[in-house]
């Protein structure tokens, strides 16, 4: 059973920008895809993004513009920069495995992280 | 667009819970076929849980009072008997096309 971790900074002012990491053990980084999920009170659950284990991205329209997912197979891990952010990206940010037949549903998630955007 | 029904849903312990979804697009995978729908479970403070994939097929432990029924473009989600632990918030969620796009969530709580 892969087991995600992720860390990152919590507290950010507008314009700052939101950098994530998410670590897998425990299950094999390749053959999946790797996505990021956040979720507000005004939004819901709201899919940021993915990327699959050889690199290729794809991103959500809504936010494509400020946003970048990466990943280093060497340590398992990925990670999500949200640029510019705003008191509208406050949320709990998730990182999470994604199983994908042309999309995907995220069978492992992390355990969040709030972050909260003021000044 | 995934619209989840009721918001908020009261039941007796022991009795049967009903949670809707639509779509607004048919989910049919044609290659599969098979429906890109999946439920998800959430308690206070912790992510989501996977519960069921395509439509109906429950994840390995998931007790099988959860059901996942439903085609094109509503589904059903159904928990047969209602134990206090199944107290959470309840997602459905689209992978057929990008963005994934998750319904608003229905409450489930103890009557």
């Known amino acids: 059973q892969v087991q995600l971790q992720q860390w990152g900074a919590g507290l950010l002012k507008p314009s700052e920008n939101l950098s994530l990491i998410c670590g897998a053990s425990?299950?094999?980084?390749?053959?999946?895809?790797w996505s990021w999920i956040r979720q507000s009170p005004g939004m819901g659950l709201e899919w940021i993004g993915e990327?699959?284990?050889?690199?290729?991205?794809n991103y959500n329209p809504s936010l494509r513009s400020r946003v970048t997912i990466s990943l280093d197979t060497s340590k398992n891990q990925f990670s999500l920069q949200l640029h510019s952010v705003t008191a509208a990206d406050t949320a709990v940010y998730y990182c999470a495995r994604q199983i994908n037949y042309g999309s995907g549903y995220m069978d492992n998630w992390g355990q969040g992280t709030l972050v909260t955007v003021s000044s | 667009v995934m619209t989840q029904s009721p918001v908020s849903l009261p039941v007796s312990l022991g009795e049967r819970a009903t949670i809707n979804c639509k779509s607004s697009?048919?989910?049919?995978?044609?290659?599969?076929?098979?429906?890109?729908l999946a439920w998800y479970q959430q308690k206070p403070g912790q992510p989501p849980k996977l519960l069921i994939s395509?439509?109906?097929t429950r994840e390995s432990g998931v007790p099988d009072r959860f059901t996942g029924s439903g085609s094109g473009t509503d589904f059903t989600l159904t928990i047969s008997s209602l134990q206090a632990e199944d107290v959470a918030v309840y997602y459905c969620?689209?992978?057929?096309?990008?963005?994934?796009?998750f319904g608003q969530g229905t409450k489930l709580e103890i009557k």
């Open positions: 990327i699959s284990h050889r690199g290729s991205t």
């Open positions: 969620q689209q992978y057929y096309s990008t963005p994934l796009t």
């Open positions: 697009q048919i989910l049919l995978y044609s290659s599969k076929n098979k429906h890109c």
């Open positions: 425990g299950g094999s980084f390749s053959g999946y895809y």
């Open positions: 395509w439509a109906s």
